[in-house]
Nanobody
Framework: VQLQASGGGLVQAGDSLRLSCVSS???????MGWFRQAPGKDREFIAALKRISGSTYYADSVKGRFFISREITGNSISLQMNSLKPEDTAVYYCAASRGIGTPGVLPPDYDYWGRGTQVTVSS
């Protein structure tokens, strides 16, 4: 499975941005996730979408501001990011897991990774 993330950019605090991740496989059959990594920090979980059911999970730091969804095409997901803050600045990665349970929140829980897309939020 190959993943390609896009949509990053430079925005101001309070702005919105929408990231997309296109998969070479069907996202419906995999748990999908978004992570981010700021300079000097570990890669952290942001949001996940459970296979089949579409249940969503969010990190507390983005809950109510970020929204993960599966596109109608079935082979891509999106991350709608609203009310962006400077602390949201990071490289954002999409990931896919062959797991069938609740999506994990750690990088080793995921089997496939796309190249990251940079999001920079200025104050």
């Amino acid at each position: 499975v190959q993943l390609q993330a896009s949509g990053g950019g430079l925005v101001q605090a309070g702005d919105s941005l929408r990231l997309s991740c296109v998969s070479s496989g069907r996202t419906l059959t995999m748990n999908m996730g978004w992570f981010r990594q700021a300079p000097g920090k570990d890669r952290e979980f942001i949001a996940a979408l459970k296979r089949i059911s579409g249940s969503t999970y969010y990190a507390d730091s983005v809950k109510g501001r970020f929204f993960i969804s599966r596109e109608i095409t079935g082979n891509s997901i999106s991350l709608q990011m609203n009310s962006l803050k400077p602390e949201d600045t990071a490289v954002y990665y999409c990931a896919a897991s062959r797991g069938i349970g609740t999506p994990g929140v750690l990088p080793p829980d995921y089997d496939y990774w796309g190249r990251g897309t940079q999001v920079t939020v200025s104050s």
